[in-house]
């Protein structure tokens, strides 16, 4: 079965700065998709950057972008200029290309802002 | 505006008191799921729905059950909730496919006294 571990229960950054978050999985497929979610205190869950495995390259979307590590499988979100709207529960996913849609969560990561 | 709506957002009940957590979605997605969140697990999937009439169990099915007659709706219900249902409560749908994103609604949080 598909494991997800992020292992940072809590981050804390300045305002402006960079933070990398991480982000580990364990599977035996080489076809699968990776996500980063945003929740913040409001409780909707947010997309903020997806990777396929396939690709080499890898994903950005503005201030987001992830590390992807295809042979160690890890998947680390930084987050560049952090700004206060930011703070947030970040949770990393990943998906099978083959199964049910299921998406398989880490535990989350809390990530503290600091004005 | 395209959504997944849950209703209620938030809701109070006794053990034992049947409850039912509607989940509607207008994006004509085949696909839809329950997860439950609780802290330090993250999101566990309860269970999903590839199309009409077609629900099967996911990682967490005990004590819950759903039903999908129309393609839009995928309520989720307890029929005698105890206080370990306690928890957040997501649906979610996506169009059929590896590649499709999937969306989420904005959450019922359910306390079972």
């Known amino acids: 079965a598909q494991t997800v571990t992020q292992s940072q229960p809590e981050m804390s950054v300045q305002e402006a700065e960079t933070v990398t978050l991480s982000c580990t999985y364990d599977t035996s497929e080489s076809d699968y998709y990776l996500f980063w979610y945003k929740q913040p205190p409001s409780r909707q869950m947010i997309l903020v950057i997806r990777q396929e495995a396939y690709k080499q390259q890898n994903a950005t979307e503005n201030r987001f972008s992830v590390n992807f590590q295809k042979a160690a499988k890890s998947f680390s979100l930084k987050i560049s200029d952090s700004q206060l709207g930011d703070a947030a529960m970040y949770f990393c996913?990943?998906?099978?290309?083959?199964?049910?849609?299921?998406?398989?969560w880490g535990a989350g990561t809390k990530l503290i802002i600091k004005p | 505006e395209a959504q997944v709506t849950q209703n209620p957002r938030y809701l109070i009940t006794v053990t034992g008191k049947k409850l039912t957590v509607t989940c509607s979605q207008n994006?004509?997605?085949?696909?839809m799921s329950w997860y439950r969140q609780d802290p330090g697990l993250g999101l566990r999937q309860i269970y999903y729905s590839m199309n009409v009439e077609v629900t099967d169990k996911g990682d967490v099915p005990e004590g819950y059950k759903v039903s999908r007659k129309e393609k839009r709706n995928f309520p989720l219900i307890l029929e005698s909730p105890s206080p370990n249902q306690t928890s957040l409560y997501f649906c979610a749908s996506q169009l059929a496919g590896g590649r499709e994103t999937q969306y989420f609604g904005p959450g019922t949080r359910l306390l079972v006294l």
């Open positions: 994006m004509n997605h085949e696909y």
């Open positions: 996913a990943y998906r099978s290309a083959h199964s049910n849609y299921q998406l398989i």
